[in-house]
């Protein structure tokens, strides 16, 4: 059974940072891409960046790219997003993903994740 746990959400003013944590459990995690996804209320889900099995890869939404990092510590079965410059349009619900399958590069559609997390909440104070 994989289970993702998020954590590290909260309120900040723009321009702050705040660093996202997901840890996994349930198989072994250095096989397997991982994912963010945000959900702002009345929006869909979009993708914010993803990371290769091996962490080589990584691949952001246009709207991040340059404030926002993501990184694997396999170690410790946790994948960071660690997001600076934050903006008010940044507020929403964050998940993490996890696909199925192993040995992927970046992922960034939400279809082909199957395993996320419970969401943790990050708003953005003007």
């Known amino acids: 059974q994989v289970q993702l746990v998020e954590s590290g959400g909260g309120l900040v003013q723009a321009g702050g940072s705040l660093r996202l944590s997901c840890v996994a459990s349930g198989r072994t995690f250095g096989f397997y891409a991982m994912g963010w996804f945000r959900q702002a209320p009345g929006k869909e889900r979009e993708f914010v960046a993803s990371?290769?099995?091996?962490?080589?890869?990584?691949q952001y939404v246009d709207s991040v790219r340059g404030r926002f990092t993501i990184s694997r510590d396999n170690a410790k079965n946790t994948v960071l997003l660690q997001m600076n410059s934050l903006k008010p349009e940044d507020t929403a619900v964050y998940y993490c993903?996890?696909?199925?399958?192993?040995?992927?590069?970046?992922?960034?559609?939400?279809?082909?994740?199957?395993?996320w997390g419970q969401g943790t909440q990050v708003t953005v104070s003007p």
């Open positions: 993903a996890a696909p199925e399958a192993p040995y992927t590069s970046v992922l960034t559609t939400a279809g082909a994740y199957q395993y």
């Open positions: 990371i290769s099995w091996r962490g080589g890869g990584t």
